[in-house]
């Protein structure tokens, strides 16, 4: 043999194979020698019924439909293009409700903070949803963001805001770059009062 007076090396970087995995569970069902009691064992959370897709896959179509804003249609088609997998628009749809479901308490949680903050920018603007006009409002700071779809105007966050917003910097300007700009102004402005006292 001749022993190798160098080693080179190169590499590429891919992603692994695309195919589903499918994970079997199996609950024993035991007799118990001295009562004759049948013990049966649990299925884990994620097994509820005899077959189901798993988290993974759920949380990348919903990231895909609701954050990357690629339509439910062609997220289905996604699926069947990668994977040889058929998803209905409706199975999307409840995973989405779920997921909002799930998300409830961190979305309450984005709220306050928003409503805590010492400056905070609030903006809606209007959408036609079924023939109708309706409203999209965001609510923001430099860490959080926040989004409502109502029918009425008045019924808004920041509306709510003013009610429950004890002191800070409420801007709400047509020009965002100008609203933070004065929003920063007027931050230092209350941080410097703040430190005064």
């Given at each position: 043999?001749?022993?190798?007076?160098?080693?080179?090396?190169?590499?590429?970087?891919?992603?692994?194979?695309?195919?589903?995995?499918?994970?079997?569970?199996r609950a024993?069902?035991?007799?118990?020698?001295?009562?004759?009691?049948?013990?049966?064992?649990?299925?884990?959370?994620?097994a509820k019924?005899?077959?189901?897709?798993?988290?993974?896959?759920?949380?990348?179509?919903?990231?895909?439909?609701?954050?990357?804003?690629?339509?439910?249609?062609?997220?289905?088609?996604?699926?069947?293009?990668?994977?040889?997998?058929?998803?209905?628009?409706?199975?999307?749809?409840?995973?989405?409700?779920?997921?909002?479901?799930?998300?409830?308490?961190?979305?309450?949680?984005?709220?306050?903070?928003?409503?805590?903050?010492?400056?905070?920018?609030?903006?809606?603007?209007?959408?036609?949803?079924?023939?109708?006009?309706?409203?999209?409002?965001?609510?923001?700071?430099?860490?959080?963001?926040?989004?409502?779809?109502?029918?009425?105007?008045?019924?808004?966050?920041?509306?709510?805001?003013?009610?429950?917003?004890?002191?800070?910097?409420?801007?709400?300007?047509?020009?965002?770059?100008?609203?933070?700009?004065?929003?920063?102004?007027?931050?230092?402005?209350?941080?410097?009062?703040?430190?005064?006292?």
């Open positions: 043999t001749v022993e190798a007076t160098d080693v080179r090396c190169r590499q590429v970087i891919d992603i692994p194979p695309l195919k589903l995995e499918v994970t079997e569970h024993e069902t035991k007799e118990c020698p001295g009562c004759g009691c049948c013990n049966v064992a649990n299925f884990p959370e994620e019924t005899s077959v189901q897709y798993g988290s993974r896959i759920k949380a990348l179509l919903v990231y895909l439909n609701q954050y990357q804003l690629v339509p439910y249609d062609r997220t289905c088609e996604l699926v069947k293009d990668l994977f040889s997998q058929t998803i209905s628009q409706g199975t999307l749809y409840n995973w989405n409700k779920e997921s909002f479901r799930n998300l409830e308490s961190t979305e309450e949680q984005i709220r306050q903070a928003i409503l805590a903050s010492v400056v905070a920018h609030f903006d809606e603007t209007g959408l036609r949803s079924e023939g109708k006009l309706h409203w999209l409002h965001a609510a923001s700071t430099d860490r959080f963001t926040y989004y409502g779809f109502r029918k009425d105007l008045h019924k808004t966050f920041r509306h709510q805001q003013k009610r429950e917003r004890k002191n800070g910097v409420a801007r709400n300007n047509r020009n965002l770059k100008t609203c933070w700009i004065v929003c920063v102004i007027s931050r230092r402005r209350y941080l410097r009062l703040w430190r005064i006292r």
